[in-house]
C-alpha cells in the first residue's frame, strides 16, 4: 500500500485528494500548512508520494518541496495550484522528472492519472497452476 502525504490549507480540497487516494488504496496522511508537510516528513518517515498545493501559510508548497530535494528526498510529487504564475511549471520541472503539475481546478481522473504515473501499480503475481 503506498503512503502519501496530501497537504493543503484548503480543507474541502484536502479532502477530496485524500478521498481520492484513500479509494486508489493509498494510506492518507493530511497537512494544512507547509510547517505541517514539513513536520510529518520529519516525524512518519517516507513516503511514497507527495500532493502539495503551492499557496499555503508559512511556507509555500514549492519552497517546501524544494527543501526536501535539496535534504536529497528524491520523492515523487504533484504540485497543485490555481496560480497562474508563468515560472511556475519551470519551477515545478526543476524538481525532477518525478513531479507532475495539476492546474486547479482539475478534474479528479487527472490526479489518478498523474498518481498512476508516479505510482505504478504493484505487478499482479502469477496464480499457482
Do not use: H, Y
Request: proline share 8%; with cysteine; net charge negative.
Amino acid at each position: 500500500m503506498a503512503r502519501v502525504l496530501v497537504a493543503d490549507d484548503d480543507p474541502a480540497m484536502l479532502c477530496a485528494v485524500a478521498d481520492v487516494l484513500t479509494r486508489l488504496g493509498c494510506e492518507v496522511s493530511c497537512a494544512e500548512s507547509g510547517a505541517e508537510l514539513v513536520d510529518q516528513l520529519a516525524t512518519e518517515g517516507l513516503f511514497d508520494l507527495i500532493v502539495s498545493d503551492i499557496s499555503m501559510p508559512w511556507m509555500d508548497g514549492l519552497k517546501t518541496l524544494r527543501s526536501m530535494r535539496t535534504a536529497g528526498l528524491a520523492t515523487p510529487v504533484i504540485v497543485m495550484t490555481a496560480l497562474k504564475d508563468e515560472q511556475i511549471p519551470d519551477q515545478v520541472l526543476a524538481l525532477g522528472p518525478n513531479a507532475v503539475l495539476l492546474r486547479k481546478p482539475f478534474e479528479l481522473d487527472e490526479l489518478e492519472a498523474a498518481v498512476a504515473k508516479l505510482i505504478p501499480a504493484p505487478p499482479i503475481a502469477e496464480r499457482p497452476s
